[in-house]
């Protein structure tokens, strides 16, 4: 079977959730789990059902993300979350437009399916900081979601050197100063499996706009 897209699923601790992930793959897909240190298994239960695991020893998000990465080899990858909060069935809507050439980064828009999807502190967090990109960039991005795509050479060649909760704003922004093309596209939101270390906590979802903040000062 020919791999189309490498799946990116940073993971920290998410053994319960990974099988529901990874069954979900489309045909034509690989799963690249990078395991960031997690003490319940996961790797063994990536392993189990085929995927790639890749370890990140340095904890980060985007340390995990940038290593799954580096190690994938398809020409569109993929990124997305190992909680079950998004259905990799919808893995099409993202990619789909990068392999057609119509887009060359494409970003999951969150559409919650229940109220416990996105909590209400992480969602204000998200529009507040979208609404500073806009009025400095012009992009028109209304999510920075960890569902996304791209072609693999040019997120390589983006020179990314956020290893924290900075790395998805950065990543948008120099797309946008290397005038790549970003699209935006609707894909569920649903209730993660398990506990959040981000935006289901007000701390983590704290750190992640002190992350985004500076990085938005540094490339904006």
Same mark, same amino acid.
């Given at each position: 079977m020919r791999? *189309?897209t490498?799946?990116v699923?940073?993971?920290l ?6 099988p529901?992930?990874l ?6 897909t690989?799963?690249?789990?990078v395991?960031n240190g997690?003490t319940?298994g996961?790797?063994?239960v ?5 995927a ?7 904890r ?12 994938a080899?398809?020409?569109v990858?993929a990124f997305?979350?190992?909680d ?9 809507r993202?990619? /789909? ?6 887009a ?18 992480a *969602? ?11 009025r400095?960039?012009?992009l028109t991005l *209304?999510?920075l979601g960890?569902?996304?795509a791209?072609n ?6 983006l020179?990314m050197?956020d290893r924290?909760s900075?790395?998805p ?6 797309a946008w *100063?290397?005038?790549?093309r970003i699209? /935006?596209?609707?894909?569920d939101?649903?209730p993660?499996?398990g ?8 701390k983590g979802?704290?750190t992640a ?6 990085t938005?000062q540094?490339?904006?």
């Open positions: 791999i *189309r490498d799946v699923l940073p993971c601790n998410e053994a319960a959730a990974l529901g992930v069954d979900a793959l489309p045909e034509g690989r799963a690249i789990v395991d997690s319940d996961s790797a063994e990536a392993r189990a059902r085929g790639l695991v890749v370890e990140a020893p340095v980060g998000y985007g340390a995990a993300v940038h290593a799954g990465l580096c190690a080899t398809a020409p990858v997305c979350d190992a079950g909060s998004f259905d990799l069935r919808q893995l099409d993202v990619a /789909e437009p990068v392999h057609r050439g119509e060359d980064l494409v970003f999951g828009r969150r559409r919650v399916t229940s109220a416990s999807s996105w909590p209400v502190h *969602r204000f967090a998200n529009s507040v900081l979208l609404s500073s990109v806009r400095r960039t012009g *209304r999510d960890p569902f996304r791209g693999r050479e040019q997120l390589l060649a020179g050197e924290r900075g790395y704003l950065e990543l948008l922004l120099r *100063r290397k005038g790549l699209e /935006e596209v609707d894909v939101y649903l993660r499996t506990r959040s270390k981000v935006t289901g906590t007000v979802t704290a706009i002190i992350d985004m903040r500076r938005l540094r490339l904006a």
